[in-house]
């Protein structure tokens, strides 16, 4: 079993959608990351965080530390938004351990 | 454009062949990251530099080397791959390790 595991692997939306894409985690961590991953395979970073909640434009990333839980939220999704999301997470040890990613797809 | 540029962007080579990937980031940071993400598998860590000094290194077969001549570039150095070895290789940086990253786009690497 992973150390860090996302649910769905795969999602298909309707542009407009309320999306949800969760991550969980079984190891201690000191700070957990969302990477957004487009065809081509370029990855960006849109959060990092260690407790409570970031809001950036039309995403949200909640982290909640005692059940090792986070999810990442697109409100109003588009087209564009269309990629693999990932999350990874900074365990005690130092290194960053990625989930296998959520492929999503927001079709017009 | 994230300030982190690889070449080639597509690499095809045999198991014979010496090729080297490049990194190059023009953020002024100081940690600079290799990572291997095959089909289906989460992205592996496989060398991490500091200050231009090695201080990660993730059971990495001998066949990949990595070069930290300054810290704004890094190399990776490829002999005799097998196919297996297949794979999309990214690029990161960072201020200082534990910082957030800054990913390149990664060079497709085929081997035959």
């Known amino acids: 079993k992973n150390e860090v595991e996302q649910s769905p692997q795969n999602l298909t939306a309707q542009e407009g959608e309320f999306i949800t894409i969760n991550c969980s985690y079984s190891?201690?961590?000191?700070?957990l990351h969302w990477l957004q991953q487009h065809p081509g395979g370029g990855i960006v970073s849109l959060f990092m965080?260690?407790?409570g909640k970031k809001k950036h434009g039309r995403l949200i990333a909640t982290i909640n530390i005692q059940e090792k839980h986070s999810s990442l939220h697109i409100t109003a999704s588009h087209p564009r938004d269309s990629a693999v999301y990932i999350c990874?997470?900074?365990?005690?040890?130092?290194?960053?351990?990625f989930g296998t990613g959520t492929r999503l797809q927001v079709f017009p | 454009e994230t300030g982190v540029t690889q070449t080639p962007r597509h690499l095809v080579m045999g198991m014979t062949n010496k090729k080297s990937l490049k990194c190059e980031q023009h953020l002024g940071h100081n940690a600079m990251y290799w990572y291997k993400q095959s089909a289906k598998k989460p992205l592996e860590l496989m060398f991490v530099y500091n200050f231009k000094e090695q201080t990660e290194n993730n059971s990495v077969p001998s066949r990949f080397s990595p070069e930290c001549p300054n810290s704004s570039h890094l190399f990776l150095h490829l002999h005799t791959l097998q196919p297996e070895d297949s794979a999309l290789y990214l690029c990161?940086?960072?201020?200082?390790?534990?910082?957030?990253?800054?990913f390149g786009p990664g060079t497709r690497l085929t081997v035959t």
């Open positions: 990161a940086s960072s201020r200082h390790h534990r910082y957030e990253q800054y």
């Open positions: 965080l260690s407790s």
């Open positions: 190891v201690g961590i000191s700070a």
């Open positions: 990874a997470v900074r365990g005690n040890t130092d290194k960053l351990i």
